[in-house]
């Protein structure tokens, strides 16, 4: 992606398309600034009520100006109701327009809002025209040879920002979606390429060529010896053994701040011997979602150099069948000594997860922990794609998650973490059993992890729900969206310093 700045419209080059937006008033669209040499043309549609101006209508009129063949006109609706949010929806819809008409270049003209920031209003667009600005192709080599992905490779804002900072903004937003577009390839990946030795591959190749990053891989041996119990267990059906990937990014060496990232790497999960039926494992390559949050958001913060100390701690394994796999009903001591009985072996993410959070808060002195995971089912009943699941035993982070949720519409919704259902855990045998019945199963799965992670303060955010879609959904995509990123880094712009 190329970026240019200019701050008048006559600067501009040549282009494939230009955007312009528009207002609605009084069911009618009006422009959001002054344009003279276009003003003939789209006064017809809106005078024929075929363009009116409301939130993400795009209507694409042939022209024939010297710069562009095509103008865009752009609704955005009611300026009184106007939200970044809907500026990203807007501006996603007209680019997902462009990229299926192959369209390359776009100039576009920033409309100046009241109440809002230009700077605001910038991120916002940039953001819904980088993230729909993505395709997953690797799968159909031959489908892509006959007709090959094109995407927007230049943009061109025209505003009265000085261009240095216009530029600057939007690389910032370019490198964050660099992050997204790579984690949707991680999970878009084929689970049979996409297995724990290749995200341990991609840590060290990130080690390699981020600054001050470095990465630790724990192979099968060394979890032996780390007594990683329950990574072991979940790991033993499987052809690739597990690992623990540690991925480290000192960017602020006076701090004694320091976070913790966890992402849940089960990187197929058939459900083990307690095996799911067919309509429920087809998509499981995308249990491994919440490791590419982790990994990719420590991507985007070491490229940002953020001033932020940043340890992404992932636990990778299949959760497979084979005469080797672990069993329901039998007992496995977890790294932290407790012993877990199995009540369903397709409760794996908790397990890896609880070693996985036990070991960062034993070696990693961790200020603030923060998992991912693709943990339960039972959040996208209670949720839907719209938010993800909060639970945190700190009200503060909680707040802080939720505040960065609602700013970069990756919300997410605080859950309980009553402790009577603790008892629904309680096991004859062992410990603590991995399930307590259908009721509160979020939150259940949550309670479990919070038994491994002592006092210090923790978020778990279950990605179940958001990480996967089914269908597009706005400026996300169908299957793999990279969630969590974009929320990450705005909570470490604002984390203690
Ligand atoms: N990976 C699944 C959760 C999941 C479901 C992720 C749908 C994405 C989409 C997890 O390991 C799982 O199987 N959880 C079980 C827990 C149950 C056995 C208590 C579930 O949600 O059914
Ligand atoms: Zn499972
Ligand atoms: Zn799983």
Same mark, same amino acid.
């Given at each position: 992606?190329?970026?240019?700045?200019?701050?008048?419209?006559?600067?501009?080059?040549?282009?494939?398309?230009?955007?312009?937006?528009?207002?609605?008033?009084?069911?009618?669209?009006?422009?959001?600034?002054?344009?003279?040499?276009?003003?003939?043309?789209?006064?017809?549609?809106?005078?024929?009520?075929?363009?009116?101006?409301?939130?993400?209508?795009?209507?694409?009129?042939?022209?024939?100006?010297?710069?562009?063949?095509?103008?865009?006109?752009?609704?955005?609706?009611?300026?009184?109701?106007?939200?970044?949010?809907?500026?990203?929806?807007?501006?996603?819809?007209?680019?997902?327009?462009?990229?299926?008409?192959?369209?390359?270049?776009?100039?576009?003209? /920033?409309?100046? +809002?009241?109440?809002?920031? @230009? &700077? *605001?209003? $910038?991120?916002? #667009?940039?953001? =819904?025209?980088?993230?729909?600005?993505?395709?997953?192709?690797?799968?159909?080599?031959?489908?892509?040879?006959?007709?090959?992905?094109?995407?927007?490779?230049?943009?061109?804002?025209?505003?009265?920002?000085?261009?240095?900072?216009?530029?600057?903004?939007?690389?910032?937003?370019?490198?964050?979606?660099?992050?997204?577009?790579?984690?949707?390839?991680?999970?878009?990946?084929?689970?049979?390429?996409?297995?724990?030795?290749?995200?341990?591959?991609?840590?060290?190749?990130?080690?390699?060529?981020?600054?001050?990053?470095?990465?630790?891989?724990?192979?099968?041996?060394?979890?032996?010896?780390?007594?990683?119990?329950?990574?072991?267990?979940?790991?033993?059906?499987?052809?690739?053994?597990?690992?623990?990937?540690? /991925?480290?990014? +000192?960017?602020?060496?006076? @701090? &004694? *701040?320091? $976070?913790?990232? #966890?992402?849940? =790497?089960?990187?197929?999960?058939?459900?083990?011997?307690?095996?799911?039926?067919?309509?429920?494992?087809?998509?499981?390559?995308?249990?491994?979602?919440?490791?590419?949050?982790?990994?990719?958001?420590?991507?985007?913060?070491?490229?940002?150099?953020?001033?932020?100390?940043?340890?992404?701690?992932?636990?990778?394994?299949?959760?497979?069948?084979?005469?080797?796999?672990?069993?329901?009903?039998?007992?496995?001591?977890?790294?932290?000594?407790?012993?877990?009985?199995?009540?369903?072996?397709?409760?794996?993410?908790?397990?890896?997860?609880?070693?996985?959070?036990?070991?960062?808060?034993?070696?990693?002195?961790?200020?603030?922990?923060?998992?991912?995971?693709?943990?339960?089912?039972?959040?996208?009943?209670?949720?839907?794609?719209?938010?993800?699941?909060?639970? @945190?035993?700190?009200?503060?982070?909680?707040?802080?998650?939720?505040?960065?949720?609602?700013?970069?519409?990756?919300?997410?919704?605080?859950?309980?973490?009553?402790?009577?259902?603790?008892?629904?855990?309680?096991?004859?045998?062992?410990?603590?059993?991995?399930?307590?019945?259908?009721?509160?199963?979020?939150?259940?799965?949550?309670?479990?992890?919070?038994?491994?992670?002592?006092?210090?303060?923790?978020?778990?955010?279950?990605?179940?729900?958001?990480?996967?879609?089914?269908?597009?959904?706005?400026?996300?995509?169908?299957?793999?969206?990279?969630?969590?990123?974009?929320?990450?880094?705005?909570?470490?712009?604002?984390?203690?310093?």
């Amino acid at each position: 992606m190329n970026f240019t700045a200019l701050s008048q419209l006559k600067q501009r080059k040549p282009a494939d398309l230009l955007i312009l937006p528009f207002f609605q008033k009084d069911k009618q669209a009006v422009p959001s600034a002054h344009f003279p040499e276009f003003e003939s043309l789209y006064s017809l549609p809106i005078g024929a009520k075929d363009f009116t101006g409301k939130e993400g209508e795009v209507l694409i009129l042939y022209v024939n100006h010297k710069q562009e063949k095509r103008i865009a006109l752009l609704g955005l609706g009611d300026p009184k109701k106007l939200t970044i949010e809907i500026l990203r929806r807007a501006y996603a819809a007209v680019t997902t327009k462009s990229i299926a008409t192959k369209l390359k270049s776009i100039n576009l003209v /920033l409309p100046t +809002l009241k109440g809002f920031e @230009s &700077k *605001e209003i $910038l991120s916002g #667009i940039t953001e =819904g025209m980088l993230l729909v600005n993505y395709q997953f192709s690797q799968l159909k080599p031959e489908t892509i040879k006959s007709s090959p992905v094109s995407l927007i490779q230049e943009i061109c804002f025209i505003s009265s920002i000085k261009p240095a900072e216009v530029l600057a903004i939007a690389k910032k937003h370019l490198v964050i979606c660099t992050a997204i577009y790579l984690a949707r390839d991680l999970v878009n990946g084929n689970a049979d390429d996409v297995t724990p030795q290749y995200l341990a591959q991609f840590a060290k190749h990130l080690a390699k060529t981020l600054p001050h990053t470095q990465a630790k891989i724990l192979t099968k041996k060394e979890l032996q010896k780390e007594k990683m119990g329950l990574l072991l267990a979940v790991g033993r059906g499987s052809a690739c053994d597990p690992v623990l990937i540690t /991925l480290s990014y +000192l960017g602020n060496p006076k @701090s &004694k *701040e320091h $976070l913790v990232l #966890i992402g849940k =790497g089960v990187t197929y999960d058939t459900g083990g011997l307690n095996m799911k039926p067919t309509g429920g494992m087809e998509t499981m390559k995308c249990d491994m979602g919440g490791a590419a949050t982790a990994l990719c958001t420590l991507h985007a913060a070491a490229t940002l150099k953020l001033p932020v100390n940043l340890t992404v701690v992932v636990p990778s394994t299949e959760n497979a069948v084979s005469a080797n796999s672990f069993k329901p009903g039998d007992v496995y001591i977890s790294h932290s000594g407790k012993s877990v009985e199995i009540g369903n072996t397709d409760a794996e993410g908790r397990l890896i997860l609880a070693d996985a959070l036990s070991y960062a808060v034993k070696k990693l002195k961790p200020t603030c922990l923060i998992d991912f995971a693709t943990l339960t089912g039972a959040i996208d009943i209670a949720l839907g794609p719209e938010a993800s699941g909060l639970f @945190s035993n700190d009200d503060r982070l909680a707040a802080q998650l939720f505040e960065a949720g609602q700013e970069t519409f990756e919300r997410v919704w605080r859950m309980p973490l009553y402790p009577e259902y603790r008892e629904n855990l309680k096991s004859e045998i062992a410990d603590i059993k991995n399930v307590g019945g259908r009721s509160a199963g979020s939150i259940l799965a949550a309670l479990f992890l919070s038994e491994f992670v002592g006092d210090i303060p923790w978020a778990h955010l279950d990605i179940a729900s958001t990480a996967f879609l089914s269908a597009n959904r706005r400026y996300h995509p169908k299957f793999a969206t990279g969630i969590g990123i974009r929320l990450m880094i705005y909570f470490l712009e604002r984390f203690k310093r």
